[in-house]
């Protein structure tokens, strides 16, 4: 398996000789595996290692997973850094899951920029590249949807990447069973109270046992094939209405192919807001609906306060 790793990490040129490295590690077997695997690689490649640590405070015991990490970060003489999300969460609407994710994402990034890290580190292995797909199909999404989580990508000034994202599930559990590591295991992984369990308990079996026996395999290769097509088109999308500001002359606007323009609006999204999470299709269709239907002044809001009008010449992106 530490070959296969390495192999992803000169394939996609992940980790640079002398990186600072921030690792998301949670203490489940993904993220202990990967601290396991860069631990290996830290005097070869001179990198500087540190451990991140976010507590959901979903289940009771959750603060011994924070334990746990702080004893590994000792016994490898690391640096750590942990964080709690309280309980203010709870009092919020809309999908837990995500709100933890962004919480989590947000947390990596503040941590990165006051170390100065050059990388963070995240632990998705393929199992998990898979299940994304899955759920953004279901969902309903566009080629970026469907070209699953990124091997390495910049996320508001931070780079991210996930050495492990060629691995399965099955080989990293066998890595550590081989190694006699004894991961922290999070109990709501078995409930189907999120989307992704259900995915990964009820539709990925039934996949496997009546349609395709190496489904999870398929699903990662498709991610990575079209997330070569939409890098490409994003290239094409750049260098197009090269504008600095916030404003899009609407002609010209309407005057490009369906694909690079729902790119470019994405782009302009991500200027404001620094990446376009929670930016759905829904979303791209209402804007299409200004620009082509809707008389000049409308206005349509988007998460995180994003606002984006319809002048008499231009397309004007604003946070209120």
Request: proline residues 3%; hydrophobic residues 40%.
């Amino acid at each position: 398996m530490l070959e296969k790793i390495k192999e992803t990490i000169r394939k996609y040129r992940l980790i640079q000789k002398g990186d600072k490295i921030l690792l998301g590690v949670s203490g489940g077997p993904d993220s202990l595996a990967l601290l396991l695997i860069l631990f290996k690689l830290k005097n070869k490649l001179s990198l500087d290692l540190h451990i991140a640590h976010m507590d959901h405070g979903l289940r009771k015991d959750s603060h011994s997973d924070a334990l746990f990490v702080e004893n590994w970060a000792k016994k490898f003489n690391l640096p750590f850094t942990a964080a709690n999300l309280g309980s203010d969460f709870r009092k919020r609407g809309g999908s837990l899951e995500e709100f933890c994710r962004e919480q989590r994402m947000d947390f990596f990034i503040r941590t990165a920029r006051v170390i100065k890290a050059d990388k963070v580190a995240l632990g998705h292995n393929l199992d998990d590249q898979a299940e994304t797909v899955l759920m953004r199909l279901l969902r309903g999404t566009g080629l970026y949807g469907l070209s699953g989580i990124s091997v390495k990508r910049k996320i508001k000034g931070a780079t991210f990447i996930r050495p492990l994202l060629e691995t399965s599930r099955n080989e990293i559990e066998s890595f550590l069973k081989k190694n006699k590591i004894k991961p922290r295991i999070d109990s709501t992984n078995k409930e189907d109270i999120f989307f992704r369990n259900k995915i990964r308990h009820r539709l990925i079996p039934l996949l496997k046992k009546e349609y395709n026996q190496n489904i999870l395999e398929t699903l990662a290769n498709s991610a990575e094939s079209i997330s070569y097509d939409y890098e490409f088109l994003d290239r094409v999308a750049k260098n197009t209405l090269k504008n600095p500001g916030l404003r899009i002359n609407l002609a010209k606007l309407l005057r490009l192919h369906p694909a690079i323009l729902r790119i470019k609006i994405r782009q302009y999204i991500a200027r404001l807001q620094g990446d376009t999470r929670r930016i759905s299709f829904q979303h791209i269709k209402e804007l299409e609906d200004l620009l082509n239907n809707r008389p000049d002044g409308s206005i349509v809001d988007l998460p995180k306060g994003i606002a984006v009008q319809k002048t008499r010449n231009t397309l004007r992106f604003y946070k209120r």
